[in-house]
């Protein structure tokens, strides 16, 4: 089988700073014409997104989709809710995780995936704030490796 070309449209680059992620997973999406085509142009934010499961269906909730300009009185809301695509076994296991650990579902990456748009959602726990701390300082040290390692390099070069 072979891989489907993937195009990133948008990123939750927040989530990563907020949560620790525990588990990925792809899920399609269910849209209308005037969103696909938002998206194709790039329209869309993950800020303040989140999934919850309702009813054994899973929802994105709070993803705001530009609407289209070209759109007519049939446009899309911007922040509609919007169901995930997935089997009852996934949204059965996600759904127990969540309820049992006290997890979270946030929405990390909206993309193409061939011809279809897919989410990965991650099931996430919120950080403390000693650990966004950690994160940053790691992020800082990380940082000073680099650009001392780059800076040996043009001397020795």
């Given amino acids: 089988m ?11 680059r927040k989530a990563r700073y907020d949560y620790h992620i525990l588990d990925r997973i792809e ?6 014409g005037t969103e696909v085509k938002s998206l194709r142009e790039g329209k869309a934010s993950l800020i303040d997104a989140y999934a ?18 070209q759109g007519s009185i049939f446009n899309h809301e ?28 946030i929405p990390l990456r909206l993309y193409f995936s061939g011809p279809y748009i897919k989410v990965e959602i991650g099931v996430c726990r919120g950080k403390q704030q000693y650990d966004k701390r950690k994160t940053i300082k790691e992020r800082e ?7 001392g390692m780059s800076s040996g390099r043009k001397k020795n070069g």
């Fill in 2 to 12: 072979e891989k489907r070309k993937e195009k990133t449209i948008t990123t939750n």
């Fill in 27 to 32: 899920a399609g999406i269910a849209l209308t």
């Fill in 52 to 69: 919850r499961i309702d009813d054994d269906e899973i929802w994105l909730i709070s993803c705001h989709i530009s609407e289209f300009k």
């Fill in 78 to 105: 911007p922040r509609r809710k919007r169901k995930l695509l997935l089997h009852k076994a996934q949204i059965k296991r996600l759904n127990g995780k969540v309820i049992e650990k006290g997890l979270t579902l």
């Fill in 141 to 147: 040290a990380k940082r000073e490796i680099e650009r």
